[in-house]
C-alpha cells in the first residue's frame, strides 16, 4: 500500500489526472495510463519519464506502464425497430456518416447477423476484416470516416447462415469487442423484432441510449412500442423515435405526398414521452443511392439534410452527456 501511494506520489505534472491504475505484483509496478488527446512522441515522452520516477521509488525494481487511448467513455447507441424492413440499417449507415462529417468518432456494429446490410450501405464490402493473433477484430473504414465490422464482412457474401444461438452471441461480442481505437460513438443496427437476442445482446453490451425507428402506419407504431419496452426493460434511455419513410419525395419535382400518412411516429412519441427526433421522406434516390454504397447524408440534398438534421439531435444529446461527465 505505501509503495503505491509513494509511487502516485513521484508521478511527474504530466501525468497528473491521466494515471488510472497503479498496482504492485512483488516488486513490479503496473501502471495503465489514459493518453488520449496525446500525440505518440508526447505519449512516448510521459511514458519515460512515469518509468524514471517510479523506478526511483524504494522497492521497485522494475515498471509496467500500459498506456489506453481510449477515452473514458464510449457511447453505444443501439438502432432498434420492433418491426422489420423499417429502415434501421439505413437510418443508422447515415446517422453514423453525419456524425462523422460533424468531427465524432464513428463507428458502425452491424449486429443484424443474419442480414447484414451495413457493407452494402457503406461500400465495405471489398474490404477484409483483419483479426490479431488474439483473435481481436480491426475494424475496416469506409470512404466517409466511419469504421465498421458487420458479419457480412466474415462471411462469404451471399451464403445462407444457419447458425445457433450461442454463436451469434460470441460473433456479436467478436464485433462489438474489436478493437475500436479511440471511436466515441458506436452505433449498432440491431436484428428486426424484440426476441431474445436483442434483448441479450442490450443487457450485455449496456447501450447507453436507443433510438426507435418506425414508419408512419398505425401498425407500425404499434411494434414502435414493443422495442419500446424491450428498451424499457433492458434498462437503456430511450434517446427519441425517427419516423421513416414519411411522405413520398417525387423525384421529378421534390413535392411531398402522403402515401401512408405522417406526423404518427411524433404523436407517439409524444404520448409516450420520449423526445421525436425527426423524419425522413420516403424517396427513391435514398433506396438507389443506398444500393450503391453512396450514403445520402453525405450528398448536398434534402435527404442528405434531414439525416444530418436527426445525427445533430443525437450529437447534441450525447454533448450534453459527456459535458455532465456521464
Ligand atoms: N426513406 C426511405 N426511402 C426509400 N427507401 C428507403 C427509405 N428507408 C429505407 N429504404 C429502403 O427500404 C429497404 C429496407 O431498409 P433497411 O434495410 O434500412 O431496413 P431495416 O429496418 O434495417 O430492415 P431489416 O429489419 O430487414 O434489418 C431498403 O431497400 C432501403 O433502401
Ligand atoms: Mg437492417
Redesign the pocket.
Known amino acids: 500500500m505505501t509503495s503505491e501511494s509513494a509511487i502516485r506520489e513521484s508521478l511527474p505534472t504530466g501525468a497528473v489526472g491521466r494515471v488510472q491504475s497503479v498496482r504492485m505484483k512483488g516488486a513490479v509496478a503496473i501502471l495503465v495510463v489514459d493518453a488520449a488527446g496525446l500525440t505518440r512522441p508526447d505519449a512516448e515522452r510521459l511514458e519515460t519519464e512515469i518509468r524514471a520516477n517510479v523506478l526511483r521509488v524504494d522497492g521497485v525494481d522494475d515498471v509496467r506502464i500500459a498506456l489506453t487511448a481510449e477515452k473514458r467513455e464510449r457511447h453505444i447507441i443501439a438502432?432498434g425497430?420492433g418491426?422489420?424492413?423499417?429502415?434501421?440499417?439505413?437510418?443508422?449507415?447515415n446517422l453514423a456518416v453525419a456524425l462523422a462529417a460533424s468531427g465524432i468518432r464513428t463507428g458502425v456494429v452491424d449486429a443484424?447477423i443474419y442480414?447484414p446490410?451495413q457493407p452494402t450501405?457503406l461500400g465495405t464490402q471489398d474490404e477484409k476484416v483483419v483479426a490479431s493473433a488474439d483473435k481481436v477484430l480491426t475494424p475496416t473504414s469506409s470512404a466517409f470516416g466511419v469504421k465498421t465490422l458487420s458479419m457480412g464482412q466474415l462471411i462469404e457474401p451471399g451464403r445462407a447462415i444457419a447458425w445457433r444461438g450461442p454463436m451469434v452471441g460470441g460473433a456479436l461480442t467478436q464485433l462489438m469487442e474489436a478493437d475500436w481505437g479511440d471511436t466515441e460513438v458506436l452505433l449498432v443496427?440491431?436484428?428486426?423484432?424484440t426476441g431474445d437476442v436483442q434483448l441479450t445482446m442490450l443487457q450485455k453490451f449496456r447501450p447507453s441510449g436507443a433510438v426507435v425507428?418506425s414508419t408512419p402506419q398505425d401498425l407500425a407504431l404499434i411494434d414502435a412500442t414493443r422495442a419500446l419496452d424491450l428498451f424499457g426493460q433492458a434498462k437503456v434511455p430511450v434517446l427519441g423515435l425517427v419516423e421513416?419513410?414519411?411522405g413520398y419525395?417525387c423525384p421529378h419535382c421534390g413535392e411531398l405526398s402522403d402515401p401512408f400518412g405522417h406526423g404518427g411516429a411524433e404523436a407517439a412519441a409524444q404520448a409516450l414521452g420520449h423526445p421525436f427526433l425527426g423524419r425522413?421522406?420516403?424517396?427513391?434516390?435514398?433506396?438507389?443511392a443506398?444500393?450503391a454504397g453512396q450514403p445520402p447524408a453525405a450528398q448536398d440534398t434534402p435527404?442528405g439534410e434531414a439525416f444530418r438534421a436527426i445525427a445533430a439531435r443525437i450529437a447534441s444529446v450525447i454533448r450534453t452527456v459527456q459535458a455532465e461527465g456521464g
Open positions: 438502432i425497430s418491426k422489420g424492413g423499417v429502415g434501421k440499417s439505413t437510418l443508422t449507415a443484424d442480414g446490410s450501405l443496427d440491431l436484428p428486426p423484432g425507428v421513416n419513410m414519411a419525395m425522413i421522406p420516403l424517396s427513391i434516390e435514398i433506396r438507389l443506398s444500393d435527404q
